[in-house]
Protein backbone atom coordinates (compact mmCIF):
# COMPACT_ATOMS: atom_id res chain seq x y z
CA UNK A 1 0.00 0.00 0.00
CA UNK A 2 3.00 2.46 1.12
CA UNK A 3 4.93 1.53 -2.43
CA UNK A 4 1.68 2.24 -4.67
CA UNK A 5 1.13 5.84 -2.94
CA UNK A 6 4.71 6.49 -2.96
CA UNK A 7 5.29 6.69 0.48
CA UNK A 8 8.89 5.34 0.56
CA UNK A 9 10.20 6.22 4.20
CA UNK A 10 6.60 4.29 5.52
CA UNK A 11 7.65 1.21 2.89
CA UNK A 12 11.12 0.93 4.02
CA UNK A 13 9.99 1.13 7.35
CA UNK A 14 7.67 -1.35 7.72
CA UNK A 15 9.94 -3.78 5.29
CA UNK A 16 12.98 -3.26 8.22
CA UNK A 17 10.13 -4.15 11.22
CA UNK A 18 9.52 -7.15 9.10
CA UNK A 19 10.06 -10.13 11.44
CA UNK A 20 10.20 -12.38 8.64
CA UNK A 21 11.06 -12.04 4.66
CA UNK A 22 9.86 -13.87 2.37
CA UNK A 23 10.01 -13.83 -1.90
CA UNK A 24 7.20 -12.25 -1.94
CA UNK A 25 7.71 -9.22 0.24
CA UNK A 26 11.25 -8.94 -1.10
CA UNK A 27 9.58 -8.68 -5.06
CA UNK A 28 6.80 -6.32 -3.99
CA UNK A 29 8.99 -4.00 -1.99
CA UNK A 30 12.03 -4.14 -5.28
CA UNK A 31 8.95 -3.49 -8.08
CA UNK A 32 7.41 -0.91 -5.82
CA UNK A 33 11.08 1.23 -5.76
CA UNK A 34 11.46 0.56 -9.57
CA UNK A 35 7.42 1.28 -10.31
CA UNK A 36 8.81 4.91 -8.57
CA UNK A 37 11.70 5.43 -10.76
CA UNK A 38 13.78 4.24 -8.12
CA UNK A 39 16.20 1.99 -9.82
CA UNK A 40 19.39 2.40 -8.41
CA UNK A 41 17.72 1.84 -4.98
CA UNK A 42 15.55 -1.13 -6.37
CA UNK A 43 19.01 -2.71 -7.69
CA UNK A 44 20.10 -2.46 -4.29
CA UNK A 45 17.58 -3.99 -2.53
CA UNK A 46 17.67 -6.45 -5.25
CA UNK A 47 21.64 -7.87 -4.09
CA UNK A 48 20.91 -6.93 0.04
CA UNK A 49 17.99 -10.23 -0.92
CA UNK A 50 21.01 -12.24 -1.76
CA UNK A 51 22.54 -11.92 1.93
CA UNK A 52 19.33 -13.81 3.39
CA UNK A 53 18.47 -17.40 2.14
CA UNK A 54 15.40 -16.18 -0.02
CA UNK A 55 15.97 -17.44 -3.60
CA UNK A 56 14.60 -14.90 -6.05
CA UNK A 57 11.78 -16.04 -8.93
CA UNK A 58 10.56 -14.55 -12.30
CA UNK A 59 8.66 -11.78 -10.64
CA UNK A 60 12.05 -10.74 -8.70
CA UNK A 61 13.98 -10.84 -11.71
CA UNK A 62 11.66 -9.00 -13.95
CA UNK A 63 11.51 -6.11 -11.35
CA UNK A 64 15.51 -6.56 -11.40
CA UNK A 65 15.67 -6.23 -15.23
CA UNK A 66 12.74 -3.62 -15.38
CA UNK A 67 15.29 -1.46 -13.07
CA UNK A 68 18.14 -1.95 -15.51
CA UNK A 69 15.67 -0.46 -18.15
CA UNK A 70 16.91 3.12 -16.95
CA UNK A 71 19.87 4.88 -18.60
CA UNK A 72 22.85 3.58 -17.49
CA UNK A 73 22.53 0.48 -15.69
CA UNK A 74 23.13 -1.41 -19.00
CA UNK A 75 25.95 -3.69 -17.11
CA UNK A 76 23.86 -4.81 -14.63
CA UNK A 77 20.97 -6.13 -17.15
CA UNK A 78 23.85 -8.24 -17.68
CA UNK A 79 24.70 -9.77 -14.59
CA UNK A 80 21.07 -10.11 -13.52
CA UNK A 81 20.70 -11.69 -16.94
CA UNK A 82 23.32 -14.12 -15.90
CA UNK A 83 21.66 -14.92 -12.90
CA UNK A 84 18.61 -15.62 -14.88
CA UNK A 85 20.38 -18.61 -17.25
CA UNK A 86 21.93 -19.92 -13.26
CA UNK A 87 18.22 -19.84 -11.84
CA UNK A 88 17.11 -21.44 -14.93
CA UNK A 89 14.21 -18.97 -15.73
CA UNK A 90 15.69 -17.92 -19.50
CA UNK A 91 12.66 -19.77 -21.11
CA UNK A 92 9.87 -17.19 -18.91
CA UNK A 93 8.81 -15.20 -21.95
CA UNK A 94 8.10 -12.29 -19.12
CA UNK A 95 11.99 -12.44 -18.15
CA UNK A 96 13.06 -12.39 -21.87
CA UNK A 97 10.77 -9.30 -22.51
CA UNK A 98 12.02 -7.54 -19.75
CA UNK A 99 15.80 -8.39 -20.62
CA UNK A 100 14.89 -7.07 -24.64
CA UNK A 101 13.74 -3.90 -23.16
CA UNK A 102 16.87 -3.22 -20.67
CA UNK A 103 18.76 -3.62 -23.82
CA UNK A 104 16.69 -2.06 -25.88
CA UNK A 105 16.85 0.55 -23.63
CA UNK A 106 20.02 1.18 -22.96
CA UNK A 107 21.25 1.12 -27.29
CA UNK A 108 22.40 -2.51 -26.91
CA UNK A 109 20.40 -2.97 -30.69
CA UNK A 110 23.11 -5.72 -31.51
CA UNK A 111 23.01 -8.06 -28.62
CA UNK A 112 19.20 -7.32 -28.43
CA UNK A 113 18.82 -8.82 -31.94
CA UNK A 114 21.01 -11.38 -30.85
CA UNK A 115 18.95 -12.09 -27.59
CA UNK A 116 15.35 -11.82 -29.53
CA UNK A 117 16.46 -14.60 -31.93
CA UNK A 118 17.73 -16.80 -29.39
CA UNK A 119 14.10 -16.58 -27.84
CA UNK A 120 12.49 -19.75 -27.05
CA UNK A 121 8.93 -18.21 -26.99
CA UNK A 122 7.91 -14.73 -28.25
CA UNK A 123 4.70 -12.63 -27.74
CA UNK A 124 3.43 -9.52 -29.05
CA UNK A 125 5.76 -8.09 -26.10
CA UNK A 126 8.95 -9.55 -27.42
CA UNK A 127 8.21 -8.36 -30.89
CA UNK A 128 7.19 -4.60 -30.16
CA UNK A 129 10.47 -4.72 -27.74
CA UNK A 130 12.68 -5.03 -30.57
CA UNK A 131 10.91 -2.89 -33.25
CA UNK A 132 11.14 -0.17 -30.63
CA UNK A 133 14.82 -0.50 -30.68
CA UNK A 134 14.97 -0.33 -34.51
CA UNK A 135 12.52 2.26 -34.47
CA UNK A 136 15.37 4.51 -32.71
CA UNK A 137 18.34 3.30 -34.00
CA UNK A 138 17.95 1.85 -37.20
CA UNK A 139 14.03 3.22 -38.56
CA UNK A 140 14.83 1.50 -42.12
CA UNK A 141 15.03 -1.95 -40.89
CA UNK A 142 11.51 -1.65 -39.15
CA UNK A 143 9.21 -2.47 -42.48
CA UNK A 144 11.53 -5.86 -42.97
CA UNK A 145 11.30 -6.38 -39.24
CA UNK A 146 7.67 -6.16 -39.22
CA UNK A 147 7.06 -8.39 -42.62
CA UNK A 148 9.03 -11.02 -40.51
CA UNK A 149 6.66 -10.79 -38.08
CA UNK A 150 3.71 -11.59 -40.71
CA UNK A 151 5.42 -14.33 -42.09
CA UNK A 152 6.30 -15.93 -38.68
CA UNK A 153 2.41 -15.72 -37.19
CA UNK A 154 2.97 -12.92 -34.82
CA UNK A 155 -0.48 -10.57 -34.92
CA UNK A 156 0.15 -6.60 -35.02
CA UNK A 157 -1.06 -4.39 -32.14
CA UNK A 158 -1.54 -1.02 -32.19
CA UNK A 159 1.94 -0.42 -30.96
CA UNK A 160 3.01 -2.05 -33.54
CA UNK A 161 1.49 -0.41 -35.74
CA UNK A 162 2.24 3.26 -34.90
CA UNK A 163 6.40 2.16 -34.63
CA UNK A 164 5.94 0.74 -38.42
CA UNK A 165 4.50 4.31 -39.44
CA UNK A 166 6.41 6.20 -37.56
CA UNK A 167 9.73 4.52 -39.05
CA UNK A 168 7.95 5.14 -42.39
CA UNK A 169 7.07 8.24 -41.72
CA UNK A 170 11.02 8.81 -40.64
CA UNK A 171 12.20 7.12 -44.29
CA UNK A 172 9.84 9.13 -46.26
CA UNK A 173 7.86 5.61 -47.49
CA UNK A 174 4.34 6.45 -48.48
CA UNK A 175 3.86 3.32 -51.00
CA UNK A 176 4.23 1.50 -47.96
CA UNK A 177 2.48 3.51 -45.55
CA UNK A 178 -0.49 3.08 -47.77
CA UNK A 179 -0.51 -0.37 -47.44
CA UNK A 180 0.33 0.00 -43.78
CA UNK A 181 -2.37 1.82 -43.91
CA UNK A 182 -5.31 -0.25 -45.32
CA UNK A 183 -3.56 -3.78 -42.96
CA UNK A 184 -4.52 -1.42 -39.72
CA UNK A 185 -8.00 -0.76 -41.13
CA UNK A 186 -8.06 -4.69 -42.05
CA UNK A 187 -7.41 -6.07 -38.50
CA UNK A 188 -9.38 -2.83 -36.96
CA UNK A 189 -6.69 -0.92 -35.56
CA UNK A 190 -8.10 1.99 -37.55
CA UNK A 191 -10.37 3.89 -34.53
CA UNK A 192 -7.22 3.24 -31.75
CA UNK A 193 -6.49 7.41 -31.52
CA UNK A 194 -2.42 6.53 -31.17
CA UNK A 195 -2.32 4.88 -34.38
CA UNK A 196 -4.24 7.28 -35.67
CA UNK A 197 -1.64 9.77 -34.84
CA UNK A 198 1.11 7.77 -36.13
CA UNK A 199 -1.20 7.56 -39.93
CA UNK A 200 -1.32 11.53 -40.00
CA UNK A 201 2.77 11.80 -38.72
CA UNK A 202 3.59 9.06 -41.45
CA UNK A 203 1.40 10.88 -44.25
CA UNK A 204 2.79 14.71 -43.13
CA UNK A 205 6.30 13.69 -43.28
CA UNK A 206 5.94 11.89 -46.52
CA UNK A 207 4.74 15.33 -47.75
CA UNK A 208 1.52 14.69 -48.65
CA UNK A 209 -0.54 17.13 -46.52
CA UNK A 210 -3.97 16.33 -47.75
CA UNK A 211 -3.91 12.59 -47.07
CA UNK A 212 -2.60 13.65 -43.87
CA UNK A 213 -5.39 16.07 -43.10
CA UNK A 214 -8.16 13.34 -44.08
CA UNK A 215 -6.63 10.91 -41.77
CA UNK A 216 -6.92 13.59 -38.98
CA UNK A 217 -10.44 13.68 -40.00
CA UNK A 218 -11.14 10.34 -39.46
CA UNK A 219 -9.92 9.98 -35.98
CA UNK A 220 -12.83 9.97 -33.62
CA UNK A 221 -11.08 10.43 -30.18
CA UNK A 222 -8.81 13.20 -31.22
CA UNK A 223 -6.43 14.41 -28.06
CA UNK A 224 -3.75 16.81 -28.17
CA UNK A 225 -1.31 14.73 -29.49
CA UNK A 226 -3.39 14.54 -32.81
CA UNK A 227 -4.14 18.23 -33.27
CA UNK A 228 -0.21 19.17 -32.19
CA UNK A 229 0.72 15.99 -35.04
CA UNK A 230 -1.23 17.84 -37.90
CA UNK A 231 -0.43 21.21 -36.75
CA UNK A 232 3.31 20.43 -37.08
CA UNK A 233 2.75 18.43 -40.23
CA UNK A 234 1.47 21.38 -41.78
CA UNK A 235 4.46 23.16 -41.13
CA UNK A 236 6.53 20.65 -42.27
CA UNK A 237 4.95 20.65 -45.80
CA UNK A 238 5.00 25.02 -45.54
CA UNK A 239 1.40 25.55 -44.96
CA UNK A 240 1.67 27.74 -41.74
CA UNK A 241 -1.82 29.26 -42.06
CA UNK A 242 -3.79 25.89 -41.74
CA UNK A 243 -1.98 24.83 -38.99
CA UNK A 244 -2.91 28.37 -37.42
CA UNK A 245 -6.57 27.29 -38.08
CA UNK A 246 -6.27 23.97 -36.86
CA UNK A 247 -5.17 25.01 -33.72
CA UNK A 248 -7.87 27.25 -33.53
CA UNK A 249 -9.86 24.35 -34.16
CA UNK A 250 -8.58 22.69 -31.31
CA UNK A 251 -9.36 25.88 -29.05
CA UNK A 252 -13.08 25.67 -30.49
CA UNK A 253 -13.23 21.68 -29.37
CA UNK A 254 -12.35 22.27 -25.92
CA UNK A 255 -8.66 20.71 -26.00
CA UNK A 256 -6.24 22.15 -23.56
CA UNK A 257 -2.86 22.99 -25.07
CA UNK A 258 0.01 21.73 -23.92
CA UNK A 259 4.06 23.17 -24.37
CA UNK A 260 4.07 21.17 -27.47
CA UNK A 261 0.88 22.81 -29.16
CA UNK A 262 1.63 26.32 -28.34
CA UNK A 263 5.40 26.06 -29.33
CA UNK A 264 3.93 24.86 -32.47
CA UNK A 265 1.78 28.10 -32.53
CA UNK A 266 4.52 30.43 -32.13
CA UNK A 267 6.33 28.73 -35.16
CA UNK A 268 3.63 29.09 -37.16
CA UNK A 269 3.09 32.55 -36.71
CA UNK A 270 6.72 33.23 -36.99
CA UNK A 271 6.46 31.22 -40.62
CA UNK A 272 3.84 33.85 -41.65
CA UNK A 273 5.11 37.09 -38.70
CA UNK A 274 1.49 36.97 -37.92
CA UNK A 275 2.29 39.32 -35.02
CA UNK A 276 -1.38 39.27 -33.66
CA UNK A 277 -2.00 35.61 -33.72
CA UNK A 278 0.99 35.87 -31.77
CA UNK A 279 0.10 38.43 -29.36
CA UNK A 280 -3.00 35.73 -28.96
CA UNK A 281 -0.80 32.83 -27.90
CA UNK A 282 1.67 35.32 -25.42
CA UNK A 283 -1.37 35.90 -23.45
CA UNK A 284 -1.90 31.84 -23.27
CA UNK A 285 1.61 31.35 -22.35
CA UNK A 286 1.04 33.70 -19.71
CA UNK A 287 -2.08 32.28 -18.65
CA UNK A 288 -0.64 28.32 -18.51
CA UNK A 289 1.84 29.76 -16.30
CA UNK A 290 4.21 26.97 -15.08
CA UNK A 291 3.19 24.41 -16.93
CA UNK A 292 5.34 25.26 -20.02
CA UNK A 293 8.81 24.87 -20.24
CA UNK A 294 11.79 26.93 -21.87
CA UNK A 295 11.06 25.29 -25.37
CA UNK A 296 7.67 27.24 -25.51
CA UNK A 297 9.35 30.38 -24.52
CA UNK A 298 11.86 29.83 -27.33
CA UNK A 299 9.62 29.66 -29.88
CA UNK A 300 7.70 32.75 -28.31
CA UNK A 301 11.16 34.51 -28.34
CA UNK A 302 11.78 33.77 -32.09
CA UNK A 303 8.49 34.38 -32.86
CA UNK A 304 8.42 38.51 -31.97
CA UNK A 305 12.21 38.12 -33.85
CA UNK A 306 10.83 36.88 -37.30
CA UNK A 307 7.86 39.60 -36.52
CA UNK A 308 10.61 42.52 -36.50
CA UNK A 309 9.84 43.33 -32.58
CA UNK A 310 12.84 43.28 -30.93
CA UNK A 311 11.97 45.24 -28.09
CA UNK A 312 9.31 42.43 -27.14
CA UNK A 313 11.94 39.84 -27.69
CA UNK A 314 14.41 41.23 -25.62
CA UNK A 315 11.58 41.71 -22.79
CA UNK A 316 10.53 37.79 -23.34
CA UNK A 317 14.22 37.05 -23.66
CA UNK A 318 15.17 38.93 -20.04
CA UNK A 319 11.79 37.47 -18.28
CA UNK A 320 13.82 33.55 -19.46
CA UNK A 321 14.85 32.08 -16.06
CA UNK A 322 16.95 29.04 -17.69
CA UNK A 323 17.76 30.09 -20.87
CA UNK A 324 19.37 27.57 -22.82
CA UNK A 325 22.13 27.75 -25.89
CA UNK A 326 18.90 28.31 -28.42
CA UNK A 327 17.71 31.31 -26.68
CA UNK A 328 20.57 33.23 -26.54
CA UNK A 329 21.56 31.98 -30.17
CA UNK A 330 18.08 33.48 -31.32
CA UNK A 331 18.27 36.63 -29.72
CA UNK A 332 22.06 36.95 -31.25
CA UNK A 333 20.69 36.09 -34.61
CA UNK A 334 17.49 38.60 -33.77
CA UNK A 335 19.06 41.70 -33.56
CA UNK A 336 21.49 40.98 -36.24
CA UNK A 337 18.63 40.34 -38.80
CA UNK A 338 17.08 43.77 -37.10
CA UNK A 339 19.88 45.70 -38.04
CA UNK A 340 21.63 45.93 -34.83
CA UNK A 341 24.73 44.16 -35.14
CA UNK A 342 26.64 45.67 -31.93
CA UNK A 343 23.65 44.38 -29.91
CA UNK A 344 23.82 41.39 -31.59
CA UNK A 345 27.74 40.74 -30.35
CA UNK A 346 26.79 42.39 -27.11
CA UNK A 347 24.37 39.47 -26.18
CA UNK A 348 26.81 37.07 -27.79
CA UNK A 349 29.72 38.33 -25.37
CA UNK A 350 27.28 37.95 -22.30
CA UNK A 351 26.05 34.82 -22.80
CA UNK A 352 29.63 33.68 -23.00
CA UNK A 353 30.36 35.63 -19.42
CA UNK A 354 27.50 33.88 -18.08
CA UNK A 355 29.31 30.60 -18.78
CA UNK A 356 26.87 29.31 -21.67
CA UNK A 357 29.31 27.77 -24.34
CA UNK A 358 28.05 28.97 -27.65
CA UNK A 359 27.83 25.91 -29.88
CA UNK A 360 28.30 25.36 -34.09
CA UNK A 361 25.00 27.70 -34.80
CA UNK A 362 25.78 30.34 -32.35
CA UNK A 363 29.15 31.25 -34.17
CA UNK A 364 27.68 31.23 -37.36
CA UNK A 365 24.96 33.94 -36.00
CA UNK A 366 27.82 36.11 -34.55
CA UNK A 367 29.81 35.86 -37.60
CA UNK A 368 26.69 36.74 -39.38
CA UNK A 369 26.21 40.03 -36.66
CA UNK A 370 29.76 41.03 -37.66
CA UNK A 371 29.25 40.83 -41.66
CA UNK A 372 25.73 42.36 -41.31
CA UNK A 373 27.71 45.61 -39.16
CA UNK A 374 31.23 45.56 -40.76
CA UNK A 375 32.85 44.42 -37.64
CA UNK A 376 36.12 43.00 -39.49
CA UNK A 377 38.12 42.71 -36.43
CA UNK A 378 35.50 41.15 -34.36
CA UNK A 379 34.91 39.20 -36.98
CA UNK A 380 38.65 37.97 -37.07
CA UNK A 381 38.52 37.48 -33.10
CA UNK A 382 35.32 35.35 -33.21
CA UNK A 383 36.26 32.83 -35.82
CA UNK A 384 39.89 32.37 -34.20
CA UNK A 385 37.48 31.76 -30.37
CA UNK A 386 35.42 29.08 -32.05
CA UNK A 387 38.17 26.57 -32.66
CA UNK A 388 41.09 27.43 -30.38
CA UNK A 389 38.71 28.39 -27.01
CA UNK A 390 35.77 25.79 -27.83
CA UNK A 391 37.23 23.85 -30.50
CA UNK A 392 34.25 23.84 -33.04
CA UNK A 393 36.33 23.38 -36.30
CA UNK A 394 34.72 26.08 -39.07
CA UNK A 395 32.38 24.59 -41.07
CA UNK A 396 31.26 26.40 -44.68
CA UNK A 397 28.48 28.27 -42.99
CA UNK A 398 31.27 30.22 -41.39
CA UNK A 399 33.49 31.00 -43.75
CA UNK A 400 30.44 31.82 -45.95
CA UNK A 401 29.75 35.05 -43.31
CA UNK A 402 33.95 35.61 -43.09
CA UNK A 403 33.89 36.03 -46.95
CA UNK A 404 30.77 38.37 -47.10
CA UNK A 405 31.97 40.22 -43.25
CA UNK A 406 35.57 40.75 -45.91
CA UNK A 407 33.97 41.20 -49.36
CA UNK A 408 31.39 43.70 -47.62
CA UNK A 409 34.55 45.51 -46.09
CA UNK A 410 36.09 46.03 -49.44
CA UNK A 411 38.76 43.12 -48.48
CA UNK A 412 38.05 41.20 -51.56
CA UNK A 413 41.91 40.01 -51.89
CA UNK A 414 41.80 38.87 -48.69
CA UNK A 415 38.72 36.61 -48.60
CA UNK A 416 40.21 35.18 -51.80
CA UNK A 417 43.24 33.94 -49.44
CA UNK A 418 40.72 32.96 -46.76
CA UNK A 419 39.18 30.54 -49.55
CA UNK A 420 42.34 29.29 -50.36
CA UNK A 421 43.15 28.41 -47.00
CA UNK A 422 39.92 26.56 -46.71
CA UNK A 423 40.73 22.98 -44.91
CA UNK A 424 37.89 21.84 -47.38
CA UNK A 425 36.58 22.47 -50.80
CA UNK A 426 34.45 25.98 -51.31
CA UNK A 427 31.07 24.94 -52.38
CA UNK A 428 29.08 27.21 -54.56
CA UNK A 429 27.65 29.72 -51.77
CA UNK A 430 31.10 30.52 -50.97
CA UNK A 431 32.41 31.77 -54.41
CA UNK A 432 28.76 33.44 -54.84
CA UNK A 433 29.13 35.05 -51.36
CA UNK A 434 32.47 36.85 -53.00
CA UNK A 435 31.29 37.17 -56.96
CA UNK A 436 28.22 39.37 -54.90
CA UNK A 437 31.29 41.33 -53.25
CA UNK A 438 32.95 41.96 -55.98
CA UNK A 439 29.87 43.38 -57.86
CA UNK A 440 29.46 45.72 -54.95
CA UNK A 441 32.84 46.95 -55.28
CA UNK A 442 33.14 46.85 -59.33
CA UNK A 443 36.25 43.90 -58.87
CA UNK A 444 35.96 42.82 -62.36
CA UNK A 445 38.79 40.01 -62.06
CA UNK A 446 38.29 39.07 -58.91
CA UNK A 447 34.31 38.68 -60.11
CA UNK A 448 35.00 36.08 -63.09
CA UNK A 449 37.40 34.18 -60.63
CA UNK A 450 34.74 33.65 -58.33
CA UNK A 451 31.93 32.86 -60.96
CA UNK A 452 34.17 30.30 -63.33
CA UNK A 453 34.94 28.41 -59.65
CA UNK A 454 30.79 28.19 -59.06
CA UNK A 455 29.76 27.53 -62.81
CA UNK A 456 32.27 24.62 -62.36
CA UNK A 457 31.03 23.51 -59.04
CA UNK A 458 27.24 24.25 -60.31
CA UNK A 459 26.36 25.28 -63.72
CA UNK A 460 22.52 24.96 -62.68
CA UNK A 461 22.73 27.66 -60.24
CA UNK A 462 20.84 30.75 -61.88
CA UNK A 463 22.30 33.54 -59.28
CA UNK A 464 26.00 32.82 -60.24
CA UNK A 465 25.15 34.23 -64.63
CA UNK A 466 22.64 36.41 -62.85
CA UNK A 467 25.43 38.37 -60.74
CA UNK A 468 28.21 38.24 -63.29
CA UNK A 469 25.92 39.78 -65.75
CA UNK A 470 24.98 42.33 -63.43
CA UNK A 471 29.06 43.13 -62.86
CA UNK A 472 29.40 43.33 -66.18
CA UNK A 473 26.43 45.67 -67.22
CA UNK A 474 27.88 47.68 -63.59
CA UNK A 475 31.11 48.23 -65.80
CA UNK A 476 29.23 49.31 -69.24
CA UNK A 477 30.45 45.41 -70.53
CA UNK A 478 27.41 45.12 -72.49
CA UNK A 479 29.03 42.11 -74.02
CA UNK A 480 29.63 40.18 -71.71
CA UNK A 481 26.39 41.23 -69.63
CA UNK A 482 24.37 39.46 -72.70
CA UNK A 483 27.01 36.55 -73.22
CA UNK A 484 26.05 35.65 -69.08
CA UNK A 485 22.29 35.64 -69.91
CA UNK A 486 22.72 33.77 -73.50
CA UNK A 487 24.47 31.27 -71.08
CA UNK A 488 21.50 31.03 -69.06
CA UNK A 489 19.10 30.22 -71.40
CA UNK A 490 21.46 28.31 -73.81
CA UNK A 491 21.97 25.46 -70.16
CA UNK A 492 18.25 25.80 -69.60
CA UNK A 493 18.82 27.50 -66.04
CA UNK A 494 15.17 28.33 -64.97
CA UNK A 495 16.30 31.66 -62.84
CA UNK A 496 14.56 31.72 -59.54
CA UNK A 497 13.23 33.90 -56.75
CA UNK A 498 16.24 35.11 -55.39
CA UNK A 499 16.82 35.37 -51.53
CA UNK A 500 19.16 37.23 -49.27
CA UNK A 501 21.77 36.27 -47.27
CA UNK A 502 19.67 37.11 -44.39
CA UNK A 503 17.09 34.45 -45.33
CA UNK A 504 19.62 31.86 -46.05
CA UNK A 505 21.26 32.78 -42.52
CA UNK A 506 17.55 32.41 -40.86
CA UNK A 507 16.90 29.14 -42.03
CA UNK A 508 20.12 27.69 -41.04
CA UNK A 509 20.11 29.07 -37.17
CA UNK A 510 16.48 28.78 -36.50
CA UNK A 511 16.45 24.75 -37.81
CA UNK A 512 16.20 21.44 -35.84
CA UNK A 513 20.53 20.85 -37.36
Known amino acids: MYLKFGDLD ?13 VVS ?36 VSALNACSFSGFVSQAYQVYSLVIKLGFEWNVYVQNSFLTALVTNGELTNAIKAFNGCLDKDIVSWNALMSGYLQFSPS ?16 DGFTFSAVLSALGDVG ?5 MQMHGQLVKFGHASETCVGNSVVDMYVKSGDLVKGIKAFREISGKNIRSWTTIATGCLICGAPSKALELLGEMKIAGTRPNQFSLATTFKACANIASLDEGKKAHGLRIKL ?13 DMYVKCGCIDNAMTVFRRIKDRTTITWTTMVMGFAQNGQALEALQVFDEMIT ?16 CSQGGFVEEGWKYFSLMSHQYGILPGEDHYVCMVDLLGRTGHIKEAEELISKMPFKPGPLVWNTLLGACHIHGDFEAGKRAAACAIHLKQTDPS ?15 EGSKEMRDMLKARNVNKVQGSSLLLSMDILCFSNK
Open 26 to 61: WSSFIAGFVRRGFAKQGLFYFSCMFSTDVRPNEFTL
Open 141 to 156: EVPSFWLRMIREGAKS
Open 354 to 369: EGVEPNYIGFVCVLYA
Open 10 to 22: SALYLFDEMPQRN
Open 464 to 478: TYVLLSNLFADLNHW
Open 289 to 301: GSEMDVSVDNAML
Open 173 to 177: DDKFG
